[in-house]
């Protein structure tokens, strides 16, 4: 059994910065792609960037440029560094992770809210 857990979210102004990070525990062969999932309140999940256990990374026009994904393989954790943060980042984000011979884990979400 894997578990995710999920730190960093909360409060900031616009224009402000807040790091998520998402750390997989357990049972762990390797972790091959991570992801970063944000859910708005009325709207559908959507992928907001993803990273390859080669560093190979995908992300949202919406975030490119201003997010960042990174990965540290020893702890199993990925990173979400969020700068320049605007209102309609607003939500909540989720983790997912590829786990070897195991499958896709989903993390328990964390709150992101950007105040104007």
């Known amino acids: 059994q894997v578990q995710l857990v999920e730190s960093g979210g909360g409060l900031v102004q616009a224009g402000g910065s807040l790091r998520l990070s998402c750390a997989a525990s357990g049972v762990i062969v390797n972790v091959d792609t991570m992801y970063w999932y944000r859910q708005a309140p009325g709207k559908q999940r959507e992928l907001v960037a993803s990273?390859?256990?080669?560093?190979?990374?995908n992300s949202a026009d919406s975030v490119r440029g201003r997010f960042t994904i990174s990965r540290d393989d020893a702890k199993n954790t990925v990173y979400l560094q969020m700068n320049s943060l605007k209102p309609e980042d607003t939500a909540v984000y989720y983790c997912k992770v590829d786990i070897r011979y195991d499958g896709m884990y989903w993390g328990p979400g964390t709150q992101v809210t950007v105040s104007s």
């Open positions: 990273i390859t256990r080669r560093g190979n990374i």
